[in-house]
């Protein structure tokens, strides 16, 4: 049964830091996609990064684009998300996913929550101003 936990969230100050981790298991982890999506109070869930099979290929939304990076250590079965620069818009409930109908290559759809057929329970994330 595949697995993902996110962990990392919290209270962070306006321009500070976090690093979110998604431990996977039940899958061969290394050989599927990842992302990473926020759903905000009172709005719909959205794409924030992802990250090909392999680590190679990384994508981003533009809201979080040259303030975060997702990388993956295969070994540990982990991807991560570091979010510098926070801003209080950045405040929502963080989702790690998998997408395992992908092995070995990256869905065009990356940005798109029906493309992964795996979630994790969520960390909270809120920024204060």
């Known amino acids: 049964q595949v697995q993902l936990v996110e962990s990392g969230g919290g209270l962070v100050q306006a321009g500070g830091s976090l690093r979110l981790s998604c431990a996977a298991s039940?899958?061969?982890?290394?050989?599927?996609?990842m992302g990473w999506f926020r759903q905000a109070p009172g709005k719909e869930r959205e794409f924030v990064a992802a990250?090909?099979?392999?680590?190679?290929?990384?994508y981003y939304a533009d809201s979080v684009k040259g303030r975060s990076t997702i990388s993956r250590d295969n070994a540990k079965n982990t991807v991560y998300l570091q979010m510098n620069s926070l801003k209080p818009e950045d405040t929502a409930v963080y989702y790690c996913?998998?997408?395992?109908?992908?092995?070995?290559?990256?869905?065009?759809?990356?940005?798109?929550?029906?493309?992964?057929?795996?979630w994790g329970q969520g960390t909270q994330v809120t920024v204060s101003s």
């Open positions: 996913a998998t997408a395992t109908r992908f092995r070995r290559r990256m869905m065009d759809d990356y940005g798109l929550g029906s493309s992964y057929d795996y």
């Open positions: 039940g899958l061969t982890f290394r050989n599927y996609p």
């Open positions: 990250i090909s099979w392999s680590g190679g290929a990384t």
